[in-house]
């Protein structure tokens, strides 16, 4: 079964607001990473957090991990319909040896 | 820089014919991966090449077999194509293992018939 698994499925938001998807995980991890998706195309990486930390920003991006219940947020601020894709979190486990996992991904779209 | 080049982009396939998906990066990583992406699935991870030499089983690695031809290409092998094999497979590769972030392909789409 998968490492990592994304809420919502999907989500749908005007452009301007603020979209948040949740990662979960299953077992501990060295790190997170948040990869987006664009339709047919392959993944690109936007932000790395590590375990010992707790927020992160990047831009419009800010992400957050809360080992205790083993999850992590990404906000993307002030959307814009260039933001519609899929977003996958990823995995590495210390008893996955090294092996990036990911999650199931949400898919946003941002009407203009 | 090419980043991470896969061939073919797009393939059919006979249920019991085999080929082989290249993967080629230019960046001096150690670490190449090949993941399946299924509609509603995510990415799944077939196998994982941790260093030149070294291959190592991921969460979907039946009717698959890989070789890490040396640290530039990672090849993903079908020796007996099935429907279920029917999948756009994407090669990705890193710095270190799971430390650092992954680069991908563009993904090969694959149809057994």
């Known amino acids: 079964s998968q490492q990592g698994e994304e809420d919502p499925q999907a989500l749908s938001i005007q452009e301007g607001e603020n979209a948040t998807m949740n990662c979960s995980y299953k077992?501990?991890?060295?790190?997170l990473q948040w990869y987006r998706q664009n339709s047919g195309r392959g993944l690109v990486h936007l932000i790395l957090?590590?375990?010992?930390?707790r927020e992160k920003h990047s831009g419009r991006l800010r992400v957050t991990l809360d080992t205790s219940k083993k999850s992590s947020s990404l906000l993307i601020t002030a959307s814009r319909a260039a933001d519609t894709a899929s977003y996958f979190c990823?995995?590495?486990?210390?008893?996955?040896?090294?092996?990036?996992?990911f999650g199931q991904g949400t898919t946003l779209q941002v009407k203009p | 820089n090419a980043g991470v080049t896969q061939t073919p982009k797009f393939q059919v396939l006979k249920t019991g014919q085999s080929m082989t998906l290249q993967c080629a990066q230019d960046?001096?990583?150690?670490?190449m991966y090949w993941y399946r992406q299924d509609p509603g699935m995510g990415l799944r991870l077939i196998y994982y090449?941790?260093?030149?030499?070294?291959?190592d089983k991921g969460e979907v690695p039946n009717g698959y077999n890989v070789s890490r031809l040396n640290k530039r290409e990672f090849s993903l092998r079908l020796e007996s194509a099935a429907p279920s094999q029917t999948s756009v497979y994407f090669c990705?590769?890193?710095?270190?293992?799971?430390?650092?972030?992954?680069?991908f392909g563009q993904g090969t789409r694959l149809t057994v018939v």
């Open positions: 077992t501990s991890i060295n790190n």
């Open positions: 960046m001096n990583h150690n670490s």
């Open positions: 090449s941790a260093s030149e030499g070294t291959t």
């Open positions: 990823a995995t590495d486990a210390p008893s996955n040896t090294g092996k990036l996992i």
């Open positions: 957090i590590r375990s010992n930390e």
């Open positions: 990705a590769s890193s710095q270190y293992s799971g430390n650092l972030e992954a680069f």
